[in-house]
């Protein structure tokens, strides 16, 4: 086992044993090395910034910080790529658009020096045309949108009707919809007491409320367009 590995097996093997730790002479006879050789190792580990300490006294040994008990998440390039390229299909001004550019940011910083080259590599291979006609929705009404959604908080939005009327609603969002080139947010409105559509585009102010709404069913909305999924089934 080279030492590249016999690292990965240390961090590993205090991930598995949790608070208990486990003694420089354990790990040792498992890795078939010398304590020595351990010691030395779990130093080079914390100097990387891995939070290991260590346990003093009988039964004593080394610990993993719980806070890094998780294991880590690893991507090849393509993987890396292939999450990017969903991420990046959004239209500029979709709900969650700028947290869906930071997460592909995070993905391709999940690799080493290597694999990021190859995958930017391969990402210059893979072309995207943007949504045509696409009107976005302000970076405020957004944010509202996307927080209404998470938080189960009601929305008071702002909206032009087809006539260029306004009116004052506050609506209970059930989904965000990308039909027809448009983006749409599906809500009961209480102002309607139903299920109402509302183009993104045409709200001009939302606000969050302290509100909080028990979701409606998705089949409230009624049956979607044809080809029309949700991102996770």
């Known amino acids: 086992m080279n030492r590249t590995d016999r690292l990965h097996a240390i961090h590993e093997a205090l991930r598995a044993a949790r608070s208990g730790g486990i003694t420089a002479a354990g790990l040792a006879e498992s890795l078939e090395v010398s304590v020595r050789t351990i010691k030395r190792d779990v130093s080079a580990l914390q100097q ?17 910080d719980a806070s890094a008990s998780l294991p880590p998440v690893a991507f090849t390039p393509s993987q890396a790529v ?16 700028v947290d869906a550019a930071n ?3 995070k993905v391709l910083g ?13 990402a210059k291979r893979v072309w995207l045309m943007p949504a045509e006609s696409f009107k976005p929705a302000s970076a405020g009404v957004l944010r509202a949108i996307e927080r209404s959604l998470a938080e189960r908080l009601a929305l008071t939005i702002r909206y032009e009707g087809d006539e260029g009327n306004e ?9 965000a919809a990308w039909v027809n080139k448009r983006w749409y947010l599906a809500a009961h409105c209480r102002l309607r007491d139903g299920i109402r559509w509302f183009r ?16 409606r069913s998705v089949t409230e909305v009624g049956s979607p367009p044809p080809g029309a999924e949700p991102v996770s089934q």
């Open 48 to 64: 990387t910034g891995a939070p290991i300490w260590a346990r003093p006294g009988p039964g004593g040994g080394y610990v993993l």
């Open 82 to 97: 292939s999450i990017a390229v969903a991420l990046t299909v959004l239209p500029p001004g979709s709900p969650f658009g």
């Open 103 to 105: 997460a592909a940011l």
């Open 110 to 122: 999940t690799l080493g020096p290597t694999a990021r080259a190859q995958a930017e590599e391969l």
């Open 167 to 175: 009116t004052l609603r506050t609506v209970e969002p059930v989904i």
């Open 200 to 215: 993104t585009d045409r709200i001009g102010r939302a606000w969050l409320t302290r509100e909080p709404y028990e979701p």
